[in-house]
């Protein structure tokens, strides 16, 4: 199904474009704690954004309180990775970000509504690969993990949606084409060669 596609009843799969590398799901498996790590500094930094539109375009009660929302609960899974990883005996860090989000904003515009509009689309990018990785990588981790990972995926699902649903109703367009163009961008980054590894990076190089 093309990114262009109407998402309602289809949710995150049919924004995504191609299917993750099964190179990509080869490595995350044997290198849990880069996984780990990555993934909950990929929690903070979804919060992190989600406040900072909500603080950006604050006179919007509905996208307000819908990000507020889905600020909370990104940060519950910010403490539910790090809980993992101290159980695990992982040094906790910071690690620097894979080109992925970059990658998706080098394309939003500049202009409002679409600048707006754009952001919420990137974020409904990286809600929608995140959920496809953690249907991938449920029945591959061990128990404890792929149960955690298996629980989250609703989580990502639901918040791809509404980020959808909010880019739909603030644009003085259909978006179907924007769709597209993040579609083929996301593509590209998760399908090509990646020096640093990561939960929404692409292919491992070494």
Request: aromatic share 8%; hydrophobic share 45%.
């Amino acid at each position: 199904m093309s990114a262009a596609a109407s998402v309602a009843g289809e949710g995150w799969r049919s924004l995504l474009a191609c299917p993750t590398p099964a190179a990509w799901v080869s490595h995350a498996r044997v290198h849990i704690e880069a996984l780990l790590l990555d993934h909950a500094n990929c929690e903070k930094k979804a919060a992190s954004t989600a406040v900072s539109l909500l603080f950006r375009y604050s006179e919007d009660d509905v996208l307000v309180q819908r990000l507020s929302r889905l600020a909370r609960e990104e940060l519950r899974h910010f403490e539910q990775v790090r809980a993992l990883i101290v159980r695990r005996g992982i040094g906790f860090r910071r690690v620097p970000p894979t080109r992925y989000a970059g990658g998706l904003h080098r394309i939003v515009r500049n202009r409002e509504p679409g600048r707006l509009v754009d952001l919420l689309i990137a974020g409904a990018f990286i809600e929608a690969r995140s959920a496809e990785r953690f249907a991938l990588l449920t029945p591959v981790l061990d128990a404890e993990l792929g149960a955690f990972y298996g629980g989250l995926l609703a989580a990502e699902a639901r918040h791809c949606d509404a980020y959808v649903a909010l880019a739909r109703a603030r644009s003085d367009a259909p978006i179907d084409a924007r769709l597209q163009a993040f579609a083929a961008a996301e593509a590209e980054l998760v399908t090509q060669p990646d020096r640093r590894f990561g939960f929404h990076s692409g292919v491992p190089s070494t």
